[in-house]
T-cell receptor, first 113, second 114 residues
């Protein structure tokens, strides 16, 4: 089946630094990928839709300059959390759309100290 | 935007019991998906439904796409301890350019007592 690899699985960074999270589709091409944020015991909240070769589409209330998305190839999308603050600490999950559904990465636990 | 109402929020059952959870919406959905999420992991697809009325099984799991296209249920039969986790329904609509976005329910936390 389709596999989406997300790295890193955990990252701790200092306030003010930037963190990049990678999402790769391993055995299929994904023209569309999605980035979600999940708070403890809550559902997934869509942050943005990442389109290969074009600008990402951000959901209302999500700062595009804060959460930079790049989808430079059909198998890779990256989310960069810029100038991270403790309130950015969260679980970030990517997914890729393929023929029969949506496959999710294993998530990245970001802790900003 | 679209909202999915998922119930129950949580369930505590004994091993061997059957479980049922459902999602409803005021909007028509053209795809219903059921996912399970373990702590610290991404959601894993359990069952995908694409046609109104469709009933699909995956081992001990059965899910149906409601005939009105506004609801879906997931049943788990003969539960086992490893069924513990959070179950999410999700769906897509054809509403105004949001073809490919998934809308998630709030999840059902399942606890199975051995």
């Amino acid at each position: 089946g389709a596999v989406v690899s997300q790295h890193p699985s955990r990252v701790i960074c200092k306030s003010g630094t930037s963190v990049k999270i990678e999402c790769r589709s391993l055995d299929f091409q994904a023209t569309t990928m999605f980035w979600y944020r999940q708070f403890p015991k809550k559902s997934l909240m869509l942050m943005a839709t990442s389109n290969e070769g074009s600008k990402a589409t951000y959901e209302q209330g999500v700062e595009k300059d804060k959460f930079l998305i790049n989808h430079a190839s059909l198998t890779l999308s990256t989310l960069t959390v810029t100038s991270a603050h403790p309130e950015d600490s969260s679980f970030y999950i990517c997914s890729a759309r393929e023929d029969y559904g949506y496959t999710f990465g294993s998530g990245t636990r970001l802790t900003v100290v | 935007g679209q909202q999915l109402n998922q119930s129950p929020q949580s369930m505590f059952i004994q091993e061997g019991e059957d479980v049922s959870m459902n999602c409803t919406s005021s909007s028509i959905f053209n795809t219903w998906l059921w996912y399970k999420q373990d702590p610290g992991e991404g959601p894993v697809l359990l069952i995908a439904l694409y046609k109104a009325g469709e009933l699909t099984s995956n081992g001990r799991l059965t899910a149906q796409f409601g005939i009105t296209r506004k609801d879906s249920f997931l049943n788990i039969s003969a539960s086992i301890p490893s069924d513990v986790g959070i179950y999410f329904c999700a769906g897509t609509t054809n509403s105004g350019g949001s073809n490919y976005k998934l809308t998630f329910g709030k999840g059902t936390l399942l606890t199975v007592n051995p």
